[in-house]
Structure formats: structure tokens, C-alpha cells
């Protein structure tokens, strides 16, 4: 059978040119891989295929027994150093000695990534939750923790390993045959999301007292749901319910820099006569020595300096965002390939110089 090349390079010990069957190659004239964007206000714009440009890929594992995986747009007859280049590399979630299990899950690759730093940037956090349950006797409870897994203990610990925002949820069954859920959003170190709703409700008969608590940038606009079909928008409110019983309160809060925020409570009014529950949730950030679950950027600019976005310096700002994960073709030695499309914004360094770049690439990466 007849075999064309494309211009897609895997590296795994040596570099092979990626020569696939004819039906698997991509018809001429459509390049898939592509990068644009601006570097300090200048656009730029790669294509593999165009202008001696090739999309290369590889992954290595290092001495702690962590996968990277590296998708790079340079020529072909570069050697160590590529003039106007890009190069994205993502840290795995885990530290994993046995290639087969590389890329198993997920979260090898998670849609949303953080910079890695010299100091190594948290991405995990442990959390406590703390079942709250009232009016009745509980026979079990079940809890979801929004990233695929979940629990039926009543005050559980668990470890979210990459960034993100996760939705949260507790149902209660009673033995009176009364149940009820509660669901909130926890963010996991996601950047951009460095605000959060909170508030008080202190009931007196079928009167209930609201007071908004938000942490962030404020000054905050606030829109509150009592659950009963009516609404308001000031920072605090009282709200008279028609009828005794446990209401689903809902505040959501929007910070000055656009940060949004939501959280829930079942609220119960004096003398509710039924079961309700809630949760508290305390949260550690753990340490991140080895930059688990990172990316770091690397553009090489026309004078062959390297800048990179791995700096404690990263603004609040930057961030970094997979929008879209799938299979690709096999190499011809059978290796695994994904096809990425992501888009970021950060900033560059080198030896006291810096760089602004934004822009979006679809990429490709090899993995075991």
C-alpha cells in the first residue's frame, strides 16, 4: 500500500517521521495543527505543513516517575535552538512508574491547567465534609463528590487532584421515609475563581433574617433565591415564608473584577415539623513539589531566546484552558496520540525580560 507523510513528528527515544497509511492521512491543503496568537501585541500565526513548520511531539518520564507530555510547532531542521517557536508541555496528575496506566484516565490531561512555578504550584486539595443533618434520624447518606467519585460515610475526607470546579452534593435518607439533597460548587485552586458566596440565616417564626458574607473584590452585586419562588438583590435581606418548613436558599454573588460565585442552604423556619441537611466542607491546600497537573509554555523568539511561562511571578490573570480532548490516529510504531484545542494567556520570561502572550493552537501529543 501506498504511504504518504504528514507533518506530524512523535519522539519518543529517537525522532520518527510520522508516515501513515493513505486512508489515515489528511487530505492536502488541510493542515490540522495550527497556533496564532500575539506576543507583546505582535501576531503570529504557525501552521505545520506551511513554511518548513512541523508539529512535533513527545513525552519522557523523569526521576520522580512523573509523565510530561510536550506538543511543539517548530521547522523540521531545527536543532536545540528554534527561532520563532512554540512549545506547550503539561506535568500528569501523578507520579506513575508503570507506562502502561500513562494516560489511563482523564485527568492525565484536565480541561483546566495552572502554570508551574520554581516552587512548585498547588494543585490538590484534601477536603473534610461534615454531614448536617436535622428533623429525624438519618438511615443513610450519600455523597457525590463531582469528580467521579463518591462516599456513604458521614463526615468523609477526600483529595481533588487537579484543578477545577467541582459540584458537590449530599442526600439524606431518613427512616420516616423524609429525604433530602443539598448540592454546592467547591473551586479547587481553578485561577480566576478567587471569589466565594457565603451567608447567615437566623430565623424567628416563619421570618428569616439573611445576611451575604462574600469573600473577594468587592464592592459585590447580589441576587438571592429563597427558594419560594421569590427573589431580591441587596446584601441582606428578611424574608417572611407563607408556611412553615425547609426552603432551598440560593445566594449568588458577583465581584468587582467579574468573579461569580454561588452557594445553597436548606433553610428551615421555627417549628418546620421535617428533615433537612447540609454540609460543612474544610479545605487544605496541599503541596506540590513536583508540578503536578501543570503546563508550561516556551516561545523562542527570532534571536533564539527562550522565554517561558515557569515563574512564581505568573499574574492572577494568566490562565490556561483545554477545550477539547480527543483521540487521534495512531504513529507507525502504534504509539497513542491525542489532539488537543486549547487557548491561554500568560507571561513569558527570560533573565529579567518579559513577554505577554495570548492565543489558541490545536495541538498533538504522544503519550505510552
Not at 505543513?49 to 508539529?55: A, I, P, Q, R, T
Not at 429525624?136 to 463518591?150: I, N, P, Y
Request: aromatic fraction near 10%.
Amino acid at each position: 500500500m501506498l504511504k504518504r507523510c504528514y507533518p506530524v513528528f512523535i519522539f519518543v527515544s529517537i525522532a520518527l517521521f510520522g508516515c501513515k497509511p493513505e486512508e489515515h492521512t489528511p487530505a492536502e491543503g488541510e493542515p490540522i495543527f495550527s497556533t496564532q496568537g500575539t506576543v507583546d501585541g505582535q501576531a503570529f500565526s504557525i501552521t505545520a505543513g506551511v513554511s518548513d513548520y512541523y508539529m512535533f511531539t513527545n513525552y519522557s518520564l523523569d526521576t520522580g516517575n512523573v509523565f510530561s507530555f510536550n506538543g511543539s510547532f517548530k521547522t523540521v531542521d531545527c536543532d536545540t535552538i528554534c527561532n520563532n517557536s512554540l512549545s506547550i508541555t503539561f506535568r500528569n496528575y501523578k507520579i506513575d512508574a508503570n507506562q502502561a496506566t500513562a494516560f489511563s484516565q482523564s485527568m492525565s490531561l484536565p480541561p483546566h491547567n495552572v502554570f508551574s512555578s520554581p516552587s512548585g504550584t498547588p494543585t490538590s486539595m484534601q477536603v473534610d465534609f461534615i454531614a448536617i443533618t436535622m428533623g429525624g434520624q438519618a438511615s443513610d447518606l450519600l455523597w457525590d463528590f463531582g469528580d467521579g467519585t463518591s462516599s456513604i460515610e458521614a463526615n468523609p475526607q477526600h483529595t481533588y487532584v487537579v484543578p477545577g470546579i467541582y459540584e458537590v452534593c449530599l442526600t439524606a435518607n431518613y427512616i420516616d421515609g423524609c429525604n433530602r439533597s443539598i448540592c454546592n460548587t467547591l473551586n479547587n485552586n481553578l485561577p480566576g475563581a478567587d471569589c466565594d458566596a457565603s451567608f447567615s440565616a437566623t430565623p424567628n417564626g416563619n421570618t428569616v433574617a439573611f445576611t451575604a458574607s462574600p469573600t473577594g473584590n468587592g464592592p459585590f452585586t447580589y441576587a438571592w433565591d429563597f427558594g419560594d419562588g421569590t427573589t431580591t438583590n441587596t446584601q441582606g435581606a428578611s424574608h417572611t415564608y407563607s408556611s412553615p418548613g425547609v426552603y432551598q436558599v440560593c445566594l449568588t454573588t458577583t465581584s468587582s473584577d467579574n468573579c461569580t460565585s454561588s452557594i445553597c442552604k436548606n433553610i428551615a423556619t421555627d417549628n418546620a415539623n421535617t428533615c433537612s441537611v447540609d454540609y460543612l466542607a474544610d479545605t487544605t491546600v496541599l503541596s506540590n513539589p513536583l508540578n503536578l497537573a501543570t503546563v508550561e509554555l516556551a516561545w523562542t523568539d527570532e534571536n533564539g531566546k527562550v522565554f517561558t511561562s515557569k515563574s512564581d511571578t505568573q499574574p492572577s490573570s494568566s490562565h490556561f484552558e483545554i477545550l477539547s480532548i480527543e483521540d487521534f490516529v495512531d504513529n507507525e510504531l502504534g504509539a497513542k496520540t491525542k489532539k488537543l484545542n486549547v487557548e491561554f494567556h500568560c507571561v513569558l520570561y527570560h533573565q529579567g525580560e518579559s513577554k505577554s502572550i495570548s492565543g489558541s493552537a490545536i495541538i498533538a501529543i504522544a503519550y505510552p
